[in-house]
């Protein structure tokens, strides 16, 4: 099987930047290393992991229209503010997640050819996670006859999605086996493998925490799943028990920052314009506030002026974050009681871009650039760098997994037990992998007790759980998926919403192929989205704001 796009030969250059050195067992598996046809599945895999990450941290990263809905950011400017305050979204391309599943189901038959049950149980894991992403975004998608064009099928039917799940779920499941009966001979080189190294341990529990992941998605549709064969209590039992148990675990790759390749998109190395049209929002901001939550200081930057009654004149103050890090302030006496005068600003979410560029402005009459507002937080420093500890292509983590037990017990009929020591856990983990119980004179137990925090305090225990893990969350994608199956955290529209006060449930499809077969598949899979009061009279049922079958029947999340 041929890979579109991937296997070339600047391919293999940049690999060898990404992982340091290139190792001569790389090319010992076959005679022919540089045909496309017998390429080494190390290479491949490096190729795929990397990309795959890059595909995932772009989607949720700041500036993008997941992050916006889901109130981590807002745009300050009217830079993409139609796409991203207003929801006014369009079409989404999906070729680069098939031109990787092309290299992973490489991964996978190589695996078969050569016996190797370690690559076998990677490609399958990675299969389940991209096509997962994708029916999380689209619904329906091309699955089981995906990934054919070297047999002739160039049109592949959508299948619907229950099948899909179905499909990851039996992967995994398969990959959990291949994962936990290896032999001496089932080896994959620790340099290519740069998320795990190798190490098969590691990825048997990557492959068990998407079952988690998924078994919980699909939490209201277990008499469907039924139906098809799938037990998701039964699934849930078996993966708990080997999944994620500490942040070790955690499905990562870190950003080198050594070449453009290689760095964080929002480094000097990526751009030559460093991203500053974008605010952290202020749903956000507020609860951190509210909480006296550190993860705020990791993830936002003081504003450059900020308002203060204690100040007569305005007053230049150096001010040093709960993890030493120093900013220069002015401050500015408060000329209105409207005025925020915290030292942490979110950007209001979905206002007019007239009113956006001026928020918190008060009767400063000065001149800003509209990206510049310094009554605002920025966000954080760090997401302007080549590289930085506390930012990483993540596609699992650890207190992922805690909020799922945490959730799952309290749901009940998955098998988990005591919400309440999960839930903390997963609050505590999140902590910890931001650096944040390392906070000048914070304490963990003290930030728990809050009644804002502690789950027993809770009234509504779900969006207790559901609240923190949308925090720990931060530009991940996954908290998109969680609120649309749980309307929790109840987040609302800004007074510009295109469509409604709602947010978007959906990705769009890519413009479609005029091909006749195409088309006919296409159409099949739009007449089976739901219809809501939403989409506006006339339009395709291919929008935004229409149901998947996921949460068709379900009144979630709106």
């Not at 975004?137 to 047999?151: F, H, K, M, N, V």
Request: net charge neutral; hydrophobic share 40%.
């Amino acid at each position: 099987m041929k890979t579109i796009k991937a296997l070339r030969v600047p391919l293999l250059a940049m690999m060898c930047l990404w992982v340091s050195a290139c190792k001569e067992d790389l090319t010992e598996i076959n005679q022919n290393p540089n045909s496309p046809e017998n390429v080494s599945s190390n290479y491949v895999l490096t190729y795929s992991l990397v990309n795959s990450g890059k595909l995932v941290f772009n989607i949720g990263r700041d500036g993008s229209k997941i992050a916006a809905a889901m109130q981590y950011m807002q745009a300050g400017t009217n830079e993409g503010a139609a796409e991203k305050n207003q929801y006014a979204w369009t079409q989404d391309g999906w070729g680069s997640y098939y031109d990787i599943l092309r290299n992973v189901q490489i991964i996978y038959d190589n695996g078969v050819r050569d016996d190797n049950k370690l690559f076998q149980g990677i490609g399958l894991t990675m299969k389940s996670m991209l096509f997962g992403l994708l029916t999380d975004l689209y619904g329906d998608i091309p699955y089981s006859e995906a990934l054919q064009a070297s047999t002739g099928s160039f049109f592949p039917k959508y299948d619907k999605q229950a099948d899909v799940y179905k499909g990851i779920l039996s992967d995994l499941k398969k990959a959990n086996e291949l994962l936990q009966n290896l032999t001496p001979k089932d080896v994959v080189s620790a340099t290519s493998d740069v998320m795990y190294k190798g190490d098969a341990t590691k990825w048997r529990k990557f492959a068990n925490s998407l079952r988690l992941r998924y078994a919980l998605r699909l939490a209201d549709k277990k008499a469907e799943m039924a139906a098809l064969g799938i037990n998701l209590e039964t699934e849930f039992k078996e993966a708990a028990a080997s999944a994620f148990t500490s942040k070790a675990d955690d499905a990562t790759i870190a950003f080198l920052g050594t070449n453009s390749d290689n760095a964080q998109p929002g480094g000097p190395l990526a751009t030559a314009t460093p991203n500053r049209l974008t605010k952290p929002a202020k749903p956000l901001v507020d609860k951190l506030l509210q909480l006296n939550d550190p993860r705020l200081q990791r993830w936002a930057n003081p504003v450059l002026r900020k308002w203060d009654a204690n100040v007569k004149t305005e007053t230049t103050k150096s001010v040093t974050n709960l993890f030493g890090e120093t900013f220069s302030v002015v401050y500015v006496p408060t000329v209105a009681s409207s005025a925020d005068t915290n030292l942490y600003v979110g950007l209001p979410v979905g206002l007019p871009i007239t009113q956006g560029i001026v928020y918190n402005k008060g009767n400063d009459v000065a001149v800003y650039p509209n990206e510049r507002n310094p009554y605002i937080s920025l966000i954080h420093d760090r997401y302007r760098n080549n590289s930085d500890p506390y930012v990483a292509m993540n596609f699992m983590n650890y207190p992922e997994v805690e909020f799922i037990l945490a959730e799952a017990a309290l749901l009940g009929g998955f098998g988990a037990t005591d919400a309440e020591a999960h839930y903390k856990k997963a609050v505590q983990a999140s902590m910890d992998k931001e650096g944040a119980l390392a906070a000048t004179g914070f304490k963990f137990d003290t930030y728990y007790a809050q009644p804002g925090v502690n789950y027993a305090s809770a009234a509504n225990k779900q969006e207790r759980i559901l609240e923190q893990k949308w925090i720990s969350s931060w530009f991940s994608i996954q908290s998109w998926f969680d609120w649309r199956r749980t309307g929790y955290p109840a987040l609302k529209t800004g007074p510009v919403a295109q469509f409604g006060a709602a947010l978007p449930i959906r990705y769009m499809y890519p413009t479609p192929n005029l091909d006749p077969k195409y088309i006919a598949n296409y159409k099949e899979a739009v007449e089976r989205l739901g219809n809501t009061n939403f989409i506006p009279t006339g339009q395709s049922k291919d929008h935004h704001y229409a149901k998947m079958w996921l949460v068709q029947g379900t009144s979630k999340p709106w």
